[in-house]
């Protein structure tokens, strides 16, 4: 069982849609990272959150730390939102922090 | 915007030839953890190197080699390709301070023939 899993692999929609993706993780941890990655591989960071929710234009995340649970949700989704989002947790918080990955959500939005 | 560069983009090469990847951090950074990311999964940690010294490695054999320059630049060596080796290479930089926030250059992809 992988420490970070998300939910689900591929999501299609139609432009305006509301988007949620899922991410569970089974270890300890002070912090998650949402990112987004495009076509051609470059990865941003999108949001990094250690407890309740942050907004961001039309991207919102949550988390429940107790649940070892956090939510990406996108409102009045659009194409230019297609990519993949990888939920990610900082292993390691004396000795650096490595990033443990999802294996990523492909998001598709049909206009 | 993110100030991580990767060089090259792109790279082909043969089985058991040997590559080396680029990677500058972003200014005032002196962390660097590289990833590899095969197709259609996410990304695992090779290893990450602070003030130019090694420091946590993921589960990669000891062909997969780096270093880090007084400027905090860093290297990605691989000897003795293997075909599943083929993957997109990233690197983050992060600070001491803020370590927990990581910024990813654009990546290398390497395909092993």
């Known amino acids: 069982k992988n420490e970070v899993e998300q939910s689900p692999q591929n999501l299609t929609a139609q432009e305006g849609e509301f988007i949620t993706i899922n991410c569970s993780y089974s270890?300890?941890?002070?912090?998650l990272h949402w990112l987004q990655q495009h076509p051609g591989g470059g990865i941003v960071s999108l949001f990094m959150?250690?407890?309740g929710k942050k907004k961001h234009g039309r991207l919102i995340a949550t988390i429940n730390i107790q649940e070892k649970h956090s939510s990406l949700h996108i409102t009045a989704s659009h194409p230019r939102d297609s990519a993949v989002y990888i939920c990610?947790?900082?292993?390691?918080?004396?000795?650096?922090?490595?990033?443990?990955f999802g294996e990523g959500t492909q998001l598709t939005v049909n206009p | 915007e993110t100030g991580v560069t990767q060089s090259p983009t792109h790279l082909i090469k043969t089985r058991g030839q040997q590559v080396t990847l680029r990677c500058s951090s972003q200014?005032?950074?002196?962390?660097v953890s590289w990833y590899q990311q095969a197709l259609g999964q996410g990304p695992q940690f090779i290893f990450q190197?602070?003030?130019?010294?090694?420091?946590g490695r993921g589960n990669f054999p000891p062909r997969f080699s780096g270093l880090q320059f007084p400027n905090y630049s860093s290297e990605l060596n691989v000897n003795a390709l293997e075909l599943d080796d083929s993957a997109l290479y990233l690197c983050?930089?992060?600070?001491?301070?803020?370590?927990?926030?990581?910024?990813f250059g654009p990546g290398t992809r390497l395909t092993v023939l």
């Open positions: 983050a930089s992060s600070s001491r301070q803020e370590f927990h926030t990581q910024y």
């Open positions: 270890v300890g941890i002070s912090a």
């Open positions: 959150l250690s407890s």
């Open positions: 990610a947790v900082p292993r390691g918080e004396t000795s650096g922090s490595r990033l443990t």
């Open positions: 200014s005032g950074h002196n962390t």
């Open positions: 190197y602070y003030r130019e010294e090694e420091n």
